[in-house]
C-alpha cells in the first residue's frame, strides 16, 4: 500500500495554540517523512523531514513526533501564528535514489486571531 | 535550502497550441527531477520522473504523448504540453531532488497553465 492518510482535512487554530496534524501509512518501506507547507499559488516548501530511526524531531516552533510501530507521524506547530495560514501536506518515501514521494491528501491550517 | 526554479509561472495559451514549462535546479545537480499536477484544493499528483539523459517514467493515466518531458542536463527539465485544451488547465510543479544535499526534495514555484 502506497498511500498515506492525513487528517484533519481542515483545522482552525487561534493564535498562540497548537495546531496538530496527523498522517498514518502502511508500507513498512518507507523511511522518509517530510512536511511540507503550501501557500496559495506557491509551491510547496519543506519545512522538516525525519526518519524512522528517532521519534521525534524540532524545528524551531514546529516539530513531527514519530510512532514507528503505529506507522503514524504528526506535525505539532507550537504558537501558531496568522502567518501559518496554509496548507500542510505529509508525504513518505521509501529508500532509492529514484523512489518517489506519496503524499497526504493537505490539511488546511487557519490561525484566527 | 537549495532552489528549484520554474519558467514561465504563469501562460495563458489556445487550445491547440503546445506549451513548454522549464524547471532548473539553480545550486545543484538533479539527476532525477519530478512533474506534479494538482487541481485547486486538491494535493500534488505525480506525473512523471524524469531522468537525466534518458526517458521519463509516466504514472499509470498520464499521456506520455501528450506531456513530452526532456531532462537534458543534471539542471534543466522541461514540460511540453502538446495540443493543450481547457481540461489541460492546471498548475504544474517541479521538483528535484538533491542527493548530495540531504537527500532532499525541492519544489519549484509552479506554473499556472491556463487554457482558452
Known amino acids: 500500500q502506497q498511500q498515506v492518510k492525513q487528517s484533519p482535512q481542515s483545522l482552525i487554530v487561534q493564535k498562540g495554540g497548537i495546531s496538530i496534524i496527523n498522517c498514518a501509512y502502511e508500507?513498512?518501506?518507507?523511511?522518509?517523512f517530510p512536511w511540507y507547507q503550501q501557500f496559495p499559488g506557491k509551491g510547496p516548501a519543506l519545512l522538516i523531514a525525519?526518519?524512522?530511526?528517532?521519534s521525534e524531531k524540532k524545528e524551531g516552533r514546529f516539530t513531527i513526533s514519530f510512532n514507528k510501530s503505529a506507522k503514524q507521524f504528526s506535525l505539532h506547530i507550537m504558537d501558531s501564528q496568522p502567518g501559518d495560514s496554509a496548507t500542510y501536506f505529509c508525504?513518505?518515501?521509501?529508500?532509492?535514489?529514484?523512489?518517489?514521494?506519496?503524499f497526504g491528501t493537505g490539511t488546511r491550517l487557519q490561525v484566527t486571531l | 535550502g537549495a532552489v528549484v526554479s520554474q519558467h514561465p509561472s504563469w501562460v495563458i495559451c489556445k487550445s491547440g497550441t503546445s506549451v513548454k514549462i522549464e524547471c532548473r535546479s539553480l545550486?545543484?545537480?538533479?539527476?532525477?527531477m519530478f512533474w506534479y499536477r494538482q487541481f485547486p484544493k486538491q494535493s500534488l499528483m505525480l506525473m512523471a520522473t524524469?531522468?537525466?539523459?534518458?526517458?521519463?517514467?509516466?504514472e499509470q493515466g498520464v499521456e506520455k504523448d501528450k506531456f513530452l518531458i526532456n531532462h537534458a542536463s543534471l539542471t534543466l527539465s522541461t514540460l511540453t504540453v502538446t495540443s493543450a485544451h481547457p481540461e489541460d488547465s492546471s498548475f504544474y510543479i517541479c521538483?528535484?531532488?538533491?542527493?548530495?544535499?540531504?537527500?532532499?526534495?525541492?519544489f519549484g514555484p509552479g506554473t499556472r497553465l491556463t487554457v482558452l
Open positions: 521538483s528535484a531532488r538533491d542527493l548530495t544535499g540531504g537527500d532532499t526534495q525541492y
Open positions: 508500507n513498512t518501506a518507507f523511511d522518509y
Open positions: 525525519i526518519r524512522p530511526d528517532v
Open positions: 508525504a513518505a518515501r521509501s529508500a532509492g535514489t529514484a523512489s518517489k514521494l506519496t
Open positions: 545550486d545543484f545537480q538533479a539527476t532525477t
Open positions: 524524469s531522468n537525466e539523459g534518458s526517458k521519463a517514467t509516466y
